[in-house]
């Protein structure tokens, strides 16, 4: 893993503190220590190739190497606000201070990480937040290649304006505390691959300020999550291989007396395959079916097609092309309906014009059906940037992000465009 400059810290918060670069996928049931088998080691992301004259050196302690960072930004926001009419511009400044520290033993790992993400507005403050990730992910080696792995997690988080669960008439972004863990067993025999995990998260959101006065009570969205995932692979040779994951959620919310009863068990199952093929492309693509179902009879059941992929092409050695694919069933925070489906795709082209020079450059689009109303949201981001690499401590870097939101039907969401653009500065160790 490197830990050179691979993210523009305008990008960085949205990645590390929430995952929420598109429309609010649900918070704590994203894995903070994914599962990639696709990975074999034959191919390398520009932005992980490794340049000795830029990388970050680190600090050593016996056999723990620590990496500091702090990425400082200046920026604009023309809609800070996220409204259709009467937009509002400002500016910011924002700062991400992060740290990984590792062993470097010959088997087994231990790793912690941490993260604050602050974004400051000069005018319109009400929209200020600051969050904080903090977790620890460790690793057993087996026999082979088998191995347990588990860890735990601690972070603050806010629901902005931009995003699908920003509540109506809020007035500030919502702060949100989650806690989760997980554990995952990974057993290799032959051609075949194991794998069974279990996660478990608490959800608690913070109520706010409504516009006009008066707080808007948030307590309903109170929810606890437990994931039990189990997958079966069969490598049909060195570099791919054919699986099958099933996946099922509990979720259970907290809710008040009078808030609509959203405990629901959502089930899905997935075939496909994973490959790494050397020097050309590597990523992993199954499809299948997801299927919520709630407790309550006020809310219908949802079901539909399932699709979860990621590929990296390699033209060359100076160019990487990313693409996603998803569809998955999200709960929605509107009163007469559960949730809604959401399709998610993406590309992403990274690019090495010189050493030390990075351009890159990212189109986003979600499509969102509600259930049981007649509503439709199209969610759009294009950005694209440039990280320029001074020396292994100093880093600059700028980017432009443009998103844009509509929705279509009888019961309608907000609707915006916001353009933002941010300088960073990088100092790491």
């Known amino acids: 893993m490197k830990y ?35 990975d074999r080691g034959r191919n390398i992301n520009v932005l992980n190739r490794d340049r000795p004259e830029y990388d970050a050196i680190g600090l050593r302690n016996g056999p723990i190497l620590t990496f500091p960072k702090i990425d400082l930004s200046l920026g604009s926001n023309d809609n800070v606000l996220a409204t259709r009419r009467n937009k509002i511009s400002d500016q910011f400044w924002s700062a991400v201070l992060s740290s990984t520290s590792t062993t470097d033993w010959a088997r087994h790992s231990l790793q912690a990480n941490f993260l604050l993400d602050t974004k400051q507005y000069f005018k319109r403050t009400s929209e200020n937040r600051t969050n904080v990730q903090f977790n620890v992910i460790g690793r057993y080696d087996l026999v082979g290649d088998s191995f347990l792995q588990g860890g735990a997690e601690i972070r603050t988080n806010h629901i902005e304006r931009s995003d699908i669960a920003f509540p109506t008439g809020g007035a500030e972004p919502v702060p949100l505390r989650a806690t989760s863990a997980f554990g995952r067993a990974v057993y290799v025999a032959g051609r075949y691959r194991l794998v069974g995990s279990v996660s478990g998260a608490d959800i608690h959101y913070s109520n706010i300020d409504r516009v006009g006065g008066g707080r808007i009570d948030l307590r309903s969205r109170d929810y ?53 093929i050397s020097a050309l492309a590597r990523g992993e693509v199954g499809f299948g079916y997801e299927t919520r179902d709630y407790s309550s009879s006020a809310l219908r059941s949802i079901s539909g097609f399932s699709m979860n992929g990621k590929i990296e092409y390699f033209p060359t050695e100076l160019t990487t092309v990313t693409a996603t694919l998803g569809r998955n069933i999200d709960d929605s925070i509107l009163a007469n309906t559960g949730g809604y489906i959401a399709t998610r795709g993406s590309i992403r082209v990274d690019h090495e014009l010189l050493r030390n020079l ?15 109303v007649s509503r439709r949201d199209s969610i759009q981001n294009i950005s694209v940037g440039a990280q320029y690499l001074v020396t292994q401590s100093i880093g600059l870097s700028a980017s432009v992000i443009r998103r844009d939101r509509t929705s279509h039907g009888v019961i309608t969401g907000p609707e915006y465009a916001t353009t933002e653009f941010a300088l960073t500065v990088t100092l790491q160790r």
């Open 358 to 372: 990075l351009l890159n450059a990212s189109y986003n689009l979600e499509r969102d059906k509600f259930s049981g």
């Open 4 to 38: 050179g400059y691979l993210i523009p810290a305008v990008m960085v918060g949205a990645t590390l503190a929430g995952g929420q670069a598109m429309a609010q996928v649900q918070v704590g049931l994203a894995p903070f220590a994914p599962y990639q088998a696709y």
């Open 224 to 276: 606890t999550a437990v994931t039990e995932t189990g997958r079966v692979e069969y490598a049909i040779s060195p570099a791919a291989a054919l699986f099958v994951d099933a996946r099922n959620t509990s979720l259970d919310y907290k809710g008040v007396a009078n808030a609509l009863n959203r405990n629901a068990t959502d089930r899905a199952i997935l075939a496909g395959a994973n490959f790494d």
